[in-house]
């Protein structure tokens, strides 16, 4: 356990008042179709409420919608389609609590109104379905990004994996995925590079013309993990004036976490990620989170970090880290690390909006 002084963890959390505090990916989506599960009441298990968002002075998270795949025709779209629905439900049904954000400026309108802002986003290209009038869909919906593959090969783009390294399918992205990156360019949707393999990665370095965005990866050279960037990777998207947004799992940060039953994991979620259950007897120290900002900090700079955590969609976090009202401790050790407010600024919000904002600035009209 890492020693957080008092009078550091309260400059952190006035920091955290003063700045628009973005998590680019949390999986809480899947929790809205919950019975029982309300966004507005604080829960024993999962990682996110609106209560806990409060308690981590937390202004703003993009909401994933996933669905399990590979999918049959069709399911992709329509689980996409009830998640979204889900996600502006509940926006309708607590108007005074949470606003649905689709920009930046949304985003920031949302803060001045002490509201807080989702951000609808779909994770995996295989729920389009390979169709582009989908993703227009999901674009007009309201979704910011899309993550172009999850856990295996879509048939236009190759995934890194997750427990288990993938055979190439495509040798990166198919011509009908360069056209699935172009489009997303021309309609104002982020291109999200987390869980792409490396020669999907280049591909899509080598044809964006908008800033490119790593939802939710950290940093291959603290920890090894086949979902983690390259420092020469993180350098390409820093110099496309993109954005790094770490991510909080402990299986892919600490190269020292054990492998776990998928069978265990699976039943975890399916449970609700129930409170006080450890799948591992290993503790990731809250440290190792930090030496991968820290890491990323120093090699790509300020400008260029950003947190995406991964909540309710992992097994496993860092040592106080357990939840979203814990972030307040991350923020307080990168300032003993000697960061300073205004560069803290930018990793806890500032960076993702930027991102958006020239997304949105790079979109055309087609003719």
Known sequence: MMKISESRLDQA???HRRAIVIDTHVDTTQRL?????DFTSRHDGGHVDLPRMKEGLMDAMFFAVYAAGPVVKGEGIRAAREQIKNIQAMATKYPDDVVVAITADDVRQAKADGKIAVIIAIEGGYLIEDSLDILNEYRAAGAAYMTLTHSFHTTWADSAGVHTDLEPRHNGLTNFGREVVAEMNRIGMMVDISHVS????WDVLDITNAPPIATHSSCRAVSPH????????M???ADRDGV???NFAAGFIDPDYPPIDPAKVKAFFEQGCPAGVQLSDHVTP????????????KFIGADHVGIGTDFDGIPALPDDMHDCS???????????????EDELEKVLGNNALRVMDACQSAATIRD
């Open 13 to 15: 959390r006035e920091l």
């Open 226 to 233: 086949r979902r983690n960037l390259t420092d020469e990777m």
């Open 326 to 340: 814990y972030l307040p401790n991350l923020t307080a050790l990168l300032l003993d690390k000697g960061y300073s």
């Open 198 to 201: 490396d020669k999907t990665f």
């Open 33 to 37: 179709a919950d019975d029982g599960w």
């Open 244 to 246: 790094v947004q770490i």
């Open 286 to 297: 809250l440290s190792i989170l930090v030496d991968h900002f820290d890491h990323a900090l």
């Open 235 to 237: 350098k390409a998207i």
